[in-house]
């Protein structure tokens, strides 16, 4: 279960993050994310090199809080090697990214002072 931040915010963003060994098995879970009914508002597409403070290429999701619990529980069953980084949607990033944010596998350091 995903506990969130105070301010209960609406929205989250989840990163899928692979490198070149992961690439072909993060783009079959986006795959298989389209072909399912996943409550999600937003499928991005696979961004091959590090943007931002992700330290990794990655692809992002869009939830909203009311289905948070469900997106993660599925995707904690499917994500195979792929670390996953959940932040909620908030003024302030660089708590987002830190003190509200929540890993699935390993966490990665990310590139704070891009935010």
């Not at 783009?27 to 403070?53: F, K, N, S």
């Given at each position: 279960?995903?506990?969130?931040a105070?301010?209960?915010?609406?929205w989250?963003?989840?990163h899928?993050y692979?490198d070149a060994q992961t690439q072909?098995?993060?783009?079959?879970?986006?795959?298989?994310i389209l072909?399912?009914?996943w409550p999600?508002a937003?499928?991005?597409t696979?961004?091959?090199?590090a943007i931002?403070?992700?330290?990794?290429?990655?692809?992002?999701?869009h939830?909203a809080?009311?289905?948070l619990?469900?997106?993660?529980?599925r995707?904690?069953?499917?994500?195979?090697?792929?670390?996953?980084?959940?932040h909620?949607?908030?003024?302030?990033e660089?708590?987002a990214?830190?003190r509200d944010?929540r890993?699935l596998?390993p966490?990665?350091?990310l590139?704070l002072d891009?935010l």
């Amino acid at each position: 279960m995903i506990v969130q931040a105070a301010s209960h915010p609406a929205w989250f963003h989840l990163h899928i993050y692979f490198d070149a060994q992961t690439q072909a098995t993060a783009r079959q879970l986006r795959q298989q994310i389209l072909m399912e009914d996943w409550p999600l508002a937003y499928v991005g597409t696979l961004i091959p090199h590090a943007i931002g403070p992700h330290p990794r290429p990655m692809f992002e999701l869009h939830a909203a809080s009311a289905h948070l619990d469900a997106v993660c529980a599925r995707l904690e069953a499917r994500r195979g090697p792929h670390s996953v980084l959940i932040h909620p949607v908030q003024a302030d990033e660089y708590a987002a990214h830190t003190r509200d944010a929540r890993w699935l596998g390993p966490a990665l350091a990310l590139r704070l002072d891009r935010l």
